[in-house]
């Protein structure tokens, strides 16, 4: 109680009700090359819908890392992505120069004045028009002679008339692409195509020119206002042809000008904070005297087969910090060949998992390398056993059996892809369907989704080889399915954590208890503050016991561990014992033949 001054009533409120919070156990993180999206950002990505939609479509250079992310998906809800881009990745429209950031693209005032937003060959699919003034929306074209099938006029008359343009006649609208023109010293005479015909009575109708798309806009532009239309030019973004994505009405081209309600209207300000498909740069928007088209080229995406270890490793750093992001599966994703891949999968490991160790790396074998697993038959177990051994020894990752054969739907063919995405997906679903603590093999929680074939199906034998080895046997099995049978982790030793449920059942114990131990922090280390703390741990894990994590728990938390040593160097100590529950690997049945007038209960036990 505080100290009062003069005689009074003082009333104190203390909350004594912290309980130990849950925490998030299903979320992925994954680094790779894909076709299109933010570079060296972190993403959350919610399903297959949402990673097409932000990092496009899989293609040749990218179908394995697309496909790991997808196959994670498939199980779970909750997935980081990076983009990373190789160098050989460009901005369609940059005149090879890669232009990766709004900060980047404003700055550079060599490079025309809209470039696709991100590197990809997707940004080829764009196109870009500017309606600058009134005249250029919409404007009459003067001493018109029509005949059936065609117009002639004066040749200044149709200077303005530029590719993408709209000729009007009456209430027909033509495209550019449908006039056929004819220029002599005066005059200039346009031919409709076959599938226009000027009848004699539109002989005295109004000809007009008009911007391409003045149907999306009713209003010319204003003085030093633009309107500004991103098309889908080749319909390789929404499927069809020509269709306007975006639209940028009446933007201002003075980097000064306000709206009302005092927000930036300066062109580039606006389309570099809102567009999803293009930048503004540093140059000045065209303001000739017709309106401008630009069809975007140039665009790049890269090749996950040539990415460099610095670029992925740079991506994965994204995942580095517990305090930015709380994920529990990285994924390896596309096996790279030779020194990368083990490169990646021991950077994952030894730089990520086992500093933050509240998550787990997943990393399938590789199958370019000079040990090709898909290909070199009989040698498969020899290969993924010299792969295992190239990687760091820790409790924090898992390593499965290479390939799946899968129908890529988006190219419609089928291809191999690896399946550490898969099995970090089966941790995410058993983890939502029971708790972390379970085991995500065998018949019950370990199938896999969207497999066709193995393409490596490991028998009884080979299985025996490499399970010592911490190798996980992925297999397909009449009736069955394809099947996740085994849960070791990658710990190189005999121990309770060489188990992926040992394991996960102490990250979320560990999560969980030291979010909870932060309220003890500045408090004092006397028994009151002991007490409390042991009754905020107990019950949390009696609840973990009642739901078959562990066997058996004590904790110590009193004077026998918070010696005077130990308080006068202001530290706090708290012993937590567990006794992990531990899943079933092995099953010995045993059937015994009896005599007839043999007592059961004499012969039980000795066997």
Excluded at 453 to 472: T, V
Excluded at 578 to 597: E, M
Aim: proline share 4%; hydrophobic share 40%; charged share 15%.
């Amino acid at each position: 109680m505080a100290f009062q001054i003069s005689p009074g009533i003082n009333v104190s409120e203390f909350n004594l009700t912290t309980v130990v919070p849950a925490v998030a156990s299903t979320q992925g993180g994954i680094a790779g090359v894909f076709s299109w999206g933010p570079v060296n950002e972190r993403v959350l990505v919610t399903s297959e819908t949402d990673l097409v939609n932000t990092f496009g479509k899989p293609t040749a250079n990218n179908y394995e890392t697309f496909f790991t992310a997808a196959d994670f998906l498939a199980y779970s809800n909750q997935l980081y992505v990076v983009r990373v881009a190789p160098n050989t990745s460009f901005n369609a429209g940059a005149s090879n120069t890669q232009i990766l950031t709004a900060t980047a693209a404003e700055a550079n005032t060599s490079i025309p004045q809209i470039i696709a937003r991100y590197p990809g060959v997707l940004g080829n699919s764009l196109k870009v028009s500017v309606c600058q003034n009134a005249n250029v929306y919409s404007s009459a074209i003067a001493n018109v002679n029509i005949n059936t099938g065609s117009i002639t006029a004066n040749t200044s008359e149709w200077a303005q008339l530029v590719g993408g343009d709209i000729l009007t006649v009456g209430n027909t609208s033509i495209g550019f692409q449908d006039l056929v023109v004819a220029a002599t010293p005066t005059t200039i005479t346009v031919t409709f195509t076959s599938k226009y015909t000027l009848s004699s009575n539109l002989a005295t109708s109004p000809a007009n020119r008009k911007w391409a798309y003045y149907k999306n806009i009713a209003k010319t532009p204003a003085a030093n206002s633009v309107h500004i239309a991103i098309v889908d030019e080749d319909g390789d973004i929404s499927g069809v042809a020509g269709t306007v994505l975006e639209i940028y009405e009446q933007v201002s081209v003075v980097s000064s000008a306000k709206k009302l309600d005092g927000s930036s209207n300066f062109y580039r300000n606006i389309i570099n904070n809102r567009s999803k498909w293009v930048y503004a740069t540093g140059n000045t928007i065209v303001t000739t005297g017709v309106a401008a088209y630009s069809s975007l080229s140039g665009g790049v995406s890269g090749d996950e087969k040539s990415v460099t270890l610095g670029v992925l490793t740079a991506g994965y750093d994204k995942f580095v910090s517990p305090q930015d992001v709380d994920v529990s599966f990285i994924l390896a994703g596309k096996p790279r060949e030779g020194t990368i891949q083990t490169g990646v999968a021991n950077y994952i490991i030894d730089n990520i998992c086992e500093i933050r160790k509240d998550c787990m790396a997943f990393i399938s074998p590789s199958a370019n390398n000079a040990n090709n697993v898909l290909s070199t038959a009989g040698n498969e177990v020899d290969d993924m056993i010299a792969f295992r051994n190239a990687l760091s020894s820790s409790s924090y990752a898992v390593m499965d059996t290479g390939y799946k054969y899968r129908y890529d739907r988006y190219n419609d063919v089928y291809r191999y892809t690896p399946m550490n995405g898969d099995i970090a997906g089966l941790l995410a679903r058993t983890a939502q369907e029971k708790d972390p603590w379970y085991s995500p093999a065998g018949y019950n929680r370990g199938k896999l989704k969207n497999v066709v074939k193995l393409a490596f199906n490991p028998n009884a034998a080979q299985r025996d080889i490499l399970y010592p080895a911490d190798i996980n046997p992925v297999i397909s099995e009449g009736g069955q399915g394809t099947l996740l049978f085994g849960d070791k982790t990658l710990i190189g030793n005999n121990s309770a954590f060489d188990r992926i449920n040992v394991r996960r059942l102490f990250i979320v114990l560990e999560k969980a208890i030291a979010e909870a131990a932060k309220t003890t922090l500045f408090e004092f280390n006397d028994a009151f503050t002991r007490a409390q703390f042991k009754n905020i741990i107990e019950p949390f894990l009696r609840d973990v016991q009642g739901r078959r994590g562990i066997y058996d728990f004590k904790v110590v938390c009193d004077d026998t561990n918070n010696t005077p040593e130990i308080i006068d160097t202001n530290q706090f100590v708290g012993d937590i014992y567990i006794k992990p529950a531990r899943s079933i690997n092995y099953i010995q049945l045993n059937f015994v033949a009896v005599g007839t007038g043999v007592a059961f209960n004499e012969i039980i036990g000795q066997v």
